[in-house]
T-cell receptor, first 111, second 114 residues
Framework: GQSLEQPSEVTAVEGAIVQINCTYQ??????LSWYQQHDGGAPTFLSY????GLEETGRFSSFLSRSDSYGYLLLQELQMKDSASYFC????????????FGAGTRLAVHP | DAGVTQSPTHLIKTRGQQVTLRCSPK?????VSWYQQALGQGPQFIFQ???????QRGNFPDRFSGHQFPNYSSELNVNALLLGDSALYLC?????????????FGSGTQLSVL
């Protein structure tokens, strides 16, 4: 089978740093993606890790450890607009990846 | 450059009816995936279309079917609707040559089954 686990809710204040963890169990693992979804909106791509290590894109960074089946999304200098749901998603291979999403972490950023 | 467009945005049906949802992928994309997202949950993979054929399928019954047209647009059909089919249906597009880890999602069709 396959499963992804991430915290259901995280709360932080503006300017802070927050880390959203994701652990996964799956066969045919190719990589780990992260998506952001505001209420009523479409999921939007944030990052993708195929190899171990840290990928940085502006205020957001993502980390993957394949040996630990673990990754995280790090959000720095939090802003109110970062309040959204964040999903980790496993890319499973076969030449044409399909994404299996976690249940999502709802991030609330307070002043 | 238009992104992924879906229609309609909202739909209300009754149990037993049939529904067709439509999706136009982002320009230059050749692969369309459909996802079902229940309230408070992550998107669940329904199936993926490439070259007008279903290439992969998730754990959804045969009541869910689809089609891809030569212009890469796609339809999702659901027959014999159940109350549990009420959800946000998301279409996502990608390009085979550049990988499918980065999906571009439409804003979805909110389906309510009464």
């Amino acid at each position: 089978g396959q499963s992804l686990e991430q915290p259901s809710e995280v709360t932080a204040v503006e300017g802070a740093i927050v880390q959203i963890n994701c652990t996964y169990q799956t066969s045919g693992f190719y990589g780990l993606s992260w998506y952001q979804q505001h209420d009523g909106g479409a999921p939007t791509f944030l990052s993708y890790n195929a190899l171990d290590g840290l990928e940085e894109t502006g205020r957001f960074s993502s980390f993957l450890s394949r040996s630990d089946s673990y990754g995280y999304l790090l959000l720095q200098e939090l802003q109110m607009k970062d309040s959204a749901s964040y999903f980790c998603a496993v890319a499973r291979g076969g030449g044409y990846n399909k994404l299996i999403f976690g249940a999502g972490t709802r991030l609330a950023v307070h002043p | 450059d238009a992104g992924v467009t879906q229609s309609p945005t909202h739909l209300i049906k009754t149990r037993g009816q049939q529904v067709t949802l439509r999706c136009s992928p982002k320009s230059g994309h050749d692969t369309v995936s459909w996802y079902q997202q229940a309230l408070g949950q992550g998107p669940q993979f329904i199936f993926q279309y490439y070259e007008e054929e279903e290439r992969q399928r998730g754990n959804f019954p045969d009541r869910f079917s689809g089609h891809q047209f030569p212009n890469y647009s796609s339809e999702l059909n659901v027959n014999a609707l159940l109350l549990g089919d009420s959800a946000l249906y998301l279409c996502a597009s990608s390009h085979t040559g550049t990988g499918h880890e980065k999906l571009f999602f439409g804003s979805g069709t909110q389906l309510s089954v009464l």
